[in-house]
């Protein structure tokens, strides 16, 4: 059982259920749905299909929402795409027109107020680059300073100007509404600029009493990056968009800020997850190169909790093979992962509560009489969590009645979540017999920590530790 979570994107394709079948099969976690490309109706298609996957399969793959967020795009252009060539000047206008190599529409109009003389802006993920020459009343003139190819609704970068646009769009409304009609597990929020932007998602959360959905936040600017610690605080975790925030700042400064992040999560008990960088894929071939696999590897190695695949399971050659071949490099990667590093740590983590207090004696007794398993009896998934993200060395089996927390689990770190029907102990024993059957060896003389947060009868207390030999 690899500990380091898969998150796949997918698109709808008249073969999406046989390769969603396919993905879960080989052990994807969640399925990501980008709201940047999809409507309602896809994705009403697509988790209908995960669910019906699940079903079939007795999996629990978690479905997550990735909002579009407040972010300029370009419009539409004749034959969906333009070219434009180094030194042209070409203009950007606020009423919609189909763009070709002289021009372009944008979502956002209030666009040309925000820009200023030599503002620069970035399309095509930092392959095309404009300036600012001149300013009009519903149009600004660039001269294009990289050329290159631009595509129907690609993303603005505005690394230099604050837009002061409100952070909810009536798009993203309609979608959070949606993800709670649909029972969605996680949500990405997307071209956050500070943790007031977090609060106004879980502000609508609440007005529609949903406690289900985990916030994601992702770190894709310069603003979010600063602004981290605020907003590791307010989320459940964090997602960090490599190519997007190297695209807003100097890319040096990317690896420096991965580690932040990391850090910052580990100390908060919550979620990190990386975007991958797989780009030889792309271009069609059948395997990374060794910086991408050094790369993916060193994520693992940090006991990251998930790496999150876009382009690498929507636009590759063969998705599936890609998937097959990450998962083989993690398998490989988490030998390397040091457990002793991460226990010593946890020696000085915050015990202030019952829970953390449970689990860092939990992680105590897994390191010091080598136990291979610990079996997690939970009602909201808060002990598993915290556990989780403590890093010990052996897989933490979760067992739940509540399938939204069952889901909840699958982007935590070593953590194999299991559906059971009632807190009876038989039913509980047999049922992550069965899990540890698939994914887990242990032995006669193995030894156990059994711990829990849920009133059993028979036990007749509430939290409970007990460690026990096979």
């Known amino acids: 059982m690899e500990k380091t979570k898969l998150i796949a994107t997918v698109n709808i394709t008249p073969r999406l259920e046989d390769q969603v079948y396919q993905f879960i099969k080989t052990g994807i976690?969640?399925?990501?749905?980008?709201?940047?490309?999809l409507n309602h109706e896809d994705c009403t298609k697509a988790i209908d299909i995960v669910n019906k996957v699940n079903s079939k399969l007795g999996t629990n793959v978690a479905i997550m929402l990735d909002l579009e967020g407040p972010c300029p795009r370009t419009g539409e252009f004749i034959n969906g795409m333009a070219y434009f060539n180094t030194g042209d000047k070409i203009r950007i206008y606020t009423n919609q027109i189909k763009g070709n190599m002289t021009g372009f529409s944008v979502n956002y109009p209030e666009i040309i107020k925000a820009l200023k003389f030599h503002s620069h802006l970035k399309l095509s993920k930092g392959n095309v680059e404009l300036e600012v020459v001149e300013k009009g009343l519903d149009y600004v003139l660039c001269e294009v300073l990289k050329g290159g190819e631009v595509y129907d609704h690609s993303k603005i970068y505005l690394s230099e100007i604050s837009t002061n646009r409100k952070f909810l769009t009536k798009g993203d409304i309609d979608d959070i509404v949606y993800a709670h009609r649909m029972n969605v597990d996680f949500l990405a929020i997307s071209a956050i600029n500070s943790s007031e932007d977090?609060?106004?998602?879980?502000d609508l959360l609440i007005e529609l009493e949903n406690s289900n959905i985990s916030l994601l936040a992702k770190i894709e600017n310069r603003r979010a990056a600063e602004d981290l610690e605020n907003i590791v605080k307010v989320s459940d975790g964090i997602i960090l968009d490599r190519g997007d925030l190297g695209i807003d700042i100097p890319v040096e400064k990317v690896p420096n800020i991965q580690k932040k992040i990391?850090?910052?999560c580990y100390e908060a008990n919550k979620m990190s997850i990386i975007t991958a960088e797989f780009s030889s894929f792309l271009l069609k071939k059948s395997v990374p190169n060794r910086a991408e696999v050094s790369d993916l590897s060193n994520l693992v190695s940090e006991a990251i909790d998930a790496i999150m695949l876009t382009s690498e399971t929507t636009v590759s050659l063969n998705p599936l093979s890609t998937v097959e071949t990450i998962k083989k490099i993690i398998k490989a990667s988490e030998e390397s992962?040091?457990?002793?590093?991460?226990?010593?740590?946890?020696?000085?983590?915050?015990?202030?509560?019952?829970?953390?207090?449970?689990?860092?004696?939990?992680?105590?007794?897994?390191?010091?009489?080598?136990?291979?398993?610990?079996?997690?009896?939970?009602?909201?998934?808060?002990?598993?969590?915290?556990?989780?993200?403590?890093?010990?060395?052996?897989?933490?089996?979760?067992?739940?009645?509540?399938?939204?927390?069952?889901?909840?689990?699958?982007?935590?770190?070593g953590v194999l979540?299991?559906?059971?029907?009632?807190?009876?102990?038989?039913?509980?024993t047999s049922k992550v017999k069965e899990?540890?059957?698939?994914?887990?060896?242990l032995n006669p003389g193995d030894k156990i920590i059994v711990t829990g947060g849920y009133p059993f009868k028979e036990l007749k207390y509430t939290n409970f530790m007990k460690i026990e030999e096979l």
């Open 417 to 428: 979540p299991v559906l059971v029907d009632n807190y009876n102990i038989d039913n509980i």
């Open 198 to 202: 977090i609060l106004e998602v879980n």
């Open 337 to 413: 992962i040091d457990y002793n590093d991460f226990f010593k740590k946890s020696l000085d983590k915050d015990k202030k509560t019952i829970a953390g207090t449970i689990s860092s004696s939990v992680v105590l007794g897994v390191n010091e009489l080598g136990c291979k398993a610990v079996i997690v009896t939970t009602n909201r998934g808060r002990t598993a969590k915290i556990i989780s993200s403590l890093k010990p060395p052996c897989p933490i089996i979760a067992t739940t009645s509540n399938k939204s927390v069952v889901k909840s689990l699958q982007l935590c770190f």
């Open 435 to 441: 899990a540890v059957q698939d994914e887990i060896k």
């Open 29 to 37: 976690d969640v399925i990501r749905l980008n709201m940047s490309y």
């Open 262 to 264: 990391i850090e910052a």
